[in-house]
């Protein structure tokens, strides 16, 4: 359901690129026609909270941190080591050994489910 909502506003809002989701996020997105982060980031709290809280039937703990982490990506290098980073985390974490055996990620879509949309260079 988070991942689906991920996709809802690809190509109006913002450019999905890469995504993980283990026990917490990470996404790289591309942000289109002068939209906010912060308000693309507020939506998809606010959407997957409500969503989250009726399955458990009730109004469970925070389901997100009230705040974010935003980076600026640099250059080409950079923005190749930020998708890097973004797949090989469940590897970190030992949840799988091969990025692409997470379900839950960009890495998996892309090795098993026909790929995310298209990464684009940032050049």
């Known amino acids: 359901m ?19 989701m283990p026990n917490h996020v990470h996404l790289l997105i ?14 998809w709290k606010s959407y997957t909270g409500k969503k989250i809280s009726a399955l458990l039937a009730g109004s469970p703990p925070s389901i997100w941190q009230p705040d974010y982490w935003d980076r600026y990506i640099r250059n080409e290098a950079h923005f190749q080591r ?16 091969n990025a692409e055996d997470w379900r839950w990620s960009s890495a ?7 790929g995310p949309p298209a990464l684009p260079s940032i050049l």
């Not at 591309?30 to 939506?43: K, M, T, W």
């Not at 930020?82 to 050994?97: D, F, M, S, T």
């Open 108 to 114: 998996y879509a892309s090795a098993n489910a026909g």
């Open 30 to 43: 591309r942000v289109l026609n002068g939209e906010s982060l912060s308000r693309i980031v507020h939506s």
């Open 82 to 97: 930020a998708i890097e980073y973004i797949h090989q985390n469940p590897v970190k974490a030992g949840l799988v050994k």
């Open 2 to 20: 988070v991942v689906e909502n991920w996709f809802y506003f690809h190509g109006t809002r913002y450019q999905l690129i890469a995504w993980v």
